[in-house]
């Protein structure tokens, strides 16, 4: 019989009792903010909180990996439209793309990659 498996370990995270972390943005003049869930150091898969503030907009981009974001609460705003609180939005790998959250309120969404992330800025 196989016991690998009882090697793994779950992980459970109270988010709620992690500081959010602070990211400022040279290209927009503000930050964003983040709580790191989960980062697979094999694979670079990212899950994570984060939160853009009122009017926080990620200019024109793209990443070396797919990303999705799930919305928690607010309005993330991008340039396929606008998404409420339980939109999931996928941005497949090389798209470019800009979002950020709505002028009426933050945006914290569930932050999803499959890959290692990084950022591209299209100049």
Do not use: R
């Amino acid at each position: 019989m196989d016991n690998s498996l009882d090697a793994k370990k779950v992980t459970a995270i109270n988010a709620d009792a992690m500081a959010w972390k602070e990211h400022p943005e040279a290209k927009v003049g503000k930050s964003f903010f983040t709580k790191m869930l989960v980062q697979d150091p094999e694979t670079g898969v990212q899950i994570n909180l984060l939160k853009y503030p009122a009017g926080f907009m990620t200019p024109w981009h793209d990443h070396p990996c797919s990303h999705g974001v799930y919305i928690l609460e607010g309005t993330l705003k991008t340039n396929e439209g606008s998404f409420g609180p339980g939109s999931f939005v996928w941005f497949p790998e090389g798209s470019v793309a800009e979002h950020g959250a709505a002028l009426e309120s933050d945006v914290v969404v569930l932050f999803v990659t499959n890959k290692k992330f990084d950022i591209n800025f299209i100049e």
